[in-house]
């Protein structure tokens, strides 16, 4: 990849996190003028500092899964699962590096553990970020409190 390909690169992940450059300077200890070095295409980041401002700019959000809602609502028809909503860290917009993202969804009457896997899978592959996801047949508090925070995507 090319010094200006990361740097577009940067520049595109730091605006789907909606992040300023100094709030991604704020969050990884990376100096302001150095992100617009990089960004240009002036400079290019060591491999840890690219590291750092690419788990940092992994963390999920409502915008980023929205911004995927196409294909994620197509890989949930493909298998068998519909009614795709978000709950979690992601869901109550306290998310961080670490955060994976929680979906729960309403699979077919003729869905298996395989569809609900290979929907994970896809989603994970697609935003890469680790993704569980939760079918709402489930009964109980949690089940209760899942459905109460979630939120459709």
């Given amino acids: 990849m090319s010094d200006a390909s990361i740097g577009e690169e940067l520049r595109r992940l730091r605006h789907e996190a909606a992040l300023s ?3 991604l300077a704020a969050l990884t200890g990376v100096p ?6 990089y960004e240009s295409g002036r400079r290019q980041p060591s491999a840890d500092t690219l590291s750092r401002l690419g788990a940092t700019l992994r963390i999920p959000s409502m915008e980023r899964l929205r911004a995927s809602r196409e294909p994620i609502l197509e890989a949930a ?5 519909s009614d795709v909503r978000v709950f979690g860290s992601v869901a ?3 998310a961080t590096p670490g955060s994976d993202v929680d979906l729960l969804v309403h699979p077919a009457p003729d869905a298996s553990l395989f569809d609900l896997a290979g929907f994970m899978a896809e989603i ?3 935003l890469g970020i680790d993704v569980d996801v939760v079918s709402d047949r489930g009964t109980g508090p949690t089940m209760d409190r899942i459905r109460a ?3 459709a995507l």
């Fill in 21 to 23: 450059q100094r709030e």
């Fill in 32 to 37: 302001q003028p150095n992100i617009a070095a």
């Fill in 77 to 81: 028809a493909r298998r068998r699962v």
């Fill in 92 to 94: 109550r917009g306290d």
């Fill in 124 to 126: 994970a592959e697609l």
């Fill in 149 to 151: 925070e979630a939120v």
